[in-house]
């Protein structure tokens, strides 16, 4: 018994023994091996000067290879954009404006220490040296005189440059940039913010703080962009902003954009739309105006008044193809053969007036007559103008039937007839004229003048004074008599001539054949021999016959 309690104790042993060595295993295999901090480059130097390691690059061409922790803050801080190479560069650009020269000189020379000089004066020492294929820039500060650098002067620099660039450009900035608390109070503000609110201020009092707000709450805190506010400046002018706001922390940034020009013009084209309404709402010519997509923008009570199209059809804004066959369904616009020729006839319509081209007399079934104009606009918008010419027209036919009425009565008239205007032209004459003178002024192009007339008349008659006199009858202004006189023709007939003055400083010519018994009658009437020639027949046709051959002597003595 006292064996098998020994086995057993050394079994227990054993196995707490295992389970021991296997925990340990299990722990170490968990842990895994030690782990070794990645260091920099510059980690031993900057533990053996405590810290005071200024700023040193390490570059394999233009990829940074290792930065001292001074260094990264002054590439962090560089307004020059791109990669670490291109920021270095523009950080030395302002110390060494020869830099790219003294970049080659270390190609030639495998180190260079040089000295730079800044815009505001402040001097940076560059050393610089090729090794292993690397490029290692440091740069130091000359002022320290070899002090330690407990903190890096050449980033808190750049730091302080960077701050003092910011505060400039707030500063002079035109527009008015503040901050402002939750609860509306403004924390800060630029320059031109405290320019406005010193205007705002009444007579007598000063500045203090906080601040005064310039602009209502709501508008400020509104996160619409372009949120538009007003304040009032003295000698009652208002200033007019269009304020932006961001977010930022608990507080909110917002920016005042003046707006003064665009509020004027705003003001300038609602005054000149306005104007622009009452002018189309008197215009006796109906007026439609499309976008570049033809939908109705404008009208006019005219444009409602001329095609009876309602006004709440066209407050729609409907298409110009719309409004066509609105005006088709009330007889408005002239039927065309078939629905297709008429779809292709608005297309054609919308291609002229667009271009400018399209100018129509609508003659509509109703007896109405419309001329109907398209412009094109600006930015592709189209102007369609229609006009009632009815009345315009019928005048115009009644005077174009007035006209032939009166031509065709005096072509009926056996004596010819010329008539000349005021400025000597001939402007009517009948067809006894072209027939006696063989001259039809209607196939003429040009204007026919009283002297070429009157060379035409003297070139088929005898030799008269005649022909001046008329012409200078004609072609005189003012008071005149009406006159007679006698042309002879080449063929050997007799004319007699009339010229008399007309409304208007017209002149009338008429001319006519004088036949040997006219010219036999006042023969007759001064010898007493007409009442014998009536009292005794066969006695009067002696006497007739006989005074017929004394006519015929005396016009061929004459």
Not at 187 to 212: F, H, T
Not at 281 to 307: S, Y
Request: proline share 5%.
């Amino acid at each position: 018994m006292i064996a098998l309690d020994w086995l057993l104790a050394l079994g227990l042993v054993l196995i707490a023994l295992v389970a021991a060595i296997a925990g340990l295993l299990t722990v170490s295999a968990v842990q895994g091996p030690p782990r070794h901090k990645v260091s920099s480059i510059f980690s031993d130097l900057a533990q053996g000067s405590e810290g005071a390691q200024g700023p040193v690059f390490l570059f394999d061409g233009e990829v940074l290879v290792d930065a001292t922790p001074a260094a990264r803050q002054i590439l962090s801080t560089s307004r020059a954009r791109g990669g670490n190479w291109l920021r270095l560069v523009g950080y030395l650009s302002q110390y060494f404006p020869d830099l790219d020269a003294l970049l080659r000189r270390l190609e030639e020379e495998g180190q260079i220490i040089v000295e730079g000089l800044s815009a505001k004066g402040r001097k940076l020492v560059m050393t610089a040296g090729l090794g292993g294929g690397l490029m290692r820039i440091t740069l130091t500060d000359p002022t320290l005189e070899g002090r330690p650098m407990v903190t890096d002067s050449l980033a808190h620099h750049a730091l302080s440059q960077e701050v003092e660039h910011l505060r400039e450009a707030l500063a002079q900035a035109p527009m008015p940039i503040w901050r402002e608390t939750e609860a509306g109070e403004v924390v800060w503000a630029n320059s031109a913010y405290m320019l406005k609110a010193i205007a705002c201020l009444p007579a007598g009092k000063e500045l203090g703080w906080p601040l005064p707000r310039l602009f209502e709450r709501v508008a400020s805190q509104s996160t619409l962009r372009g949120q538009r506010a007003s304040i009032a400046l003295p000698a009652d002018e208002v200033a007019w902003f269009d304020l932006i706001g961001a977010t930022s922390g608990e507080e909110r940034l917002v920016f005042a954009l003046p707006a003064d020009a665009a509020v004027s013009a705003e003001t300038a084209l609602r005054d000149f739309m306005q104007t622009l309404t009452k002018t189309f709402a008197q215009l006796p010519t109906g007026l439609a105006i499309f976008d570049r997509q033809r939908q109705l923008q404008l009208f006019n009570p005219a444009l409602m008044d001329l095609t009876g199209l309602p006004a709440d059809f066209l407050s729609m804004r409907p298409s110009l193809l719309s409004v066509l066959d609105a005006l088709r369904d009330r007889n408005m616009i002239p039927e065309p053969k078939d629905y297709r020729s008429w779809r292709r006839q608005l297309v054609e319509m919308e291609k002229a007036a667009a271009s400018g081209l399209y100018e129509e007399t609508w003659n509509l079934p109703d007896g109405q007559t419309f001329k109907v104009v398209g412009r094109p606009h600006p930015n592709g918008a189209l102007a369609l103008m229609m006009e009632d010419i009815t009345h315009e027209v019928s005048r115009s036919r009644r005077y174009r039937s007035d006209l032939e009425l009166g031509q065709a009565v005096i072509d009926e008239m056996d004596e010819a007839v010329a008539v000349f205007s005021a400025s000597g032209q001939l402007v009517m004459s009948n067809l006894s004229y072209a027939l006696m003178w063989a001259h039809d002024p209607e196939q003429e192009m040009k204007a026919v003048t009283v002297r070429a007339v009157t060379g035409h008349w003297r070139a088929l008659s005898a030799p008269s004074a005649l022909w001046s006199e008329a012409e200078e009858f004609i072609s005189t202004v003012g008071n005149r008599v009406a006159w007679r006189s006698e042309a002879r023709l080449l063929d050997g007939r007799l004319l007699s001539c009339r010229f008399a003055p007309l409304a208007g400083g017209a002149t009338l010519a008429a001319f006519r054949v004088v036949e040997v018994a006219d010219k036999a009658r006042p023969v007759l009437a001064e010898t007493g021999l007409a009442e014998t020639a009536l009292a005794e027949p066969g006695l009067g046709e002696t006497i007739l016959a006989d005074a017929d051959l004394a006519a015929a002597e005396a016009l061929k003595t004459a």
